[in-house]
């Protein structure tokens, strides 16, 4: 009978246990730290400027990378952070069938409509 009591018991003291909150102290420090660190995330970042697309597509294609991927027609060098999605199979390139039309065009004499 005594195991069964004291069985009992410790199950009585873990459940209060399990739903005792945390000491103030301890929620303040906490909270007063995420700020604290927070606010120096925040001021010790250099200042934002705008994004602007094409001025940053133009500097990745001009610096280029130095790893290769390995696309349908062999390895193709990064030149971009998209180019794992340019080099797979069934990609359509739109500079190149730009380039194909205009060819094409001069080709026949037609005059593009502006």
Known sequence: ??????????AV??????T???????????????????????????????LRWRVWAGK???EGGTEDVVGA???VP???PFASLEAR?????????RREFDEWVREKGAQVPS
């Open 89 to 97: 199979v069934g990609f359509w390139d739109v500079r190149a069938k």
């Open 1 to 10: 009978m005594s195991s069964a009591s004291s069985s009992a018991a410790a």
């Open 73 to 75: 027609s062999g390895p």
């Open 20 to 50: 005792a909150p945390l000491p103030l102290d301890i929620i303040l420090e906490t909270l007063l730290s995420v700020v604290l660190f927070c606010l120096g995330l925040v001021l010790g970042s250099p200042a934002l400027q705008p």
């Open 13 to 18: 003291a873990a459940a209060a246990a399990a």
């Open 78 to 80: 990064v030149v971009n």
């Open 60 to 62: 990745i294609e001009r």
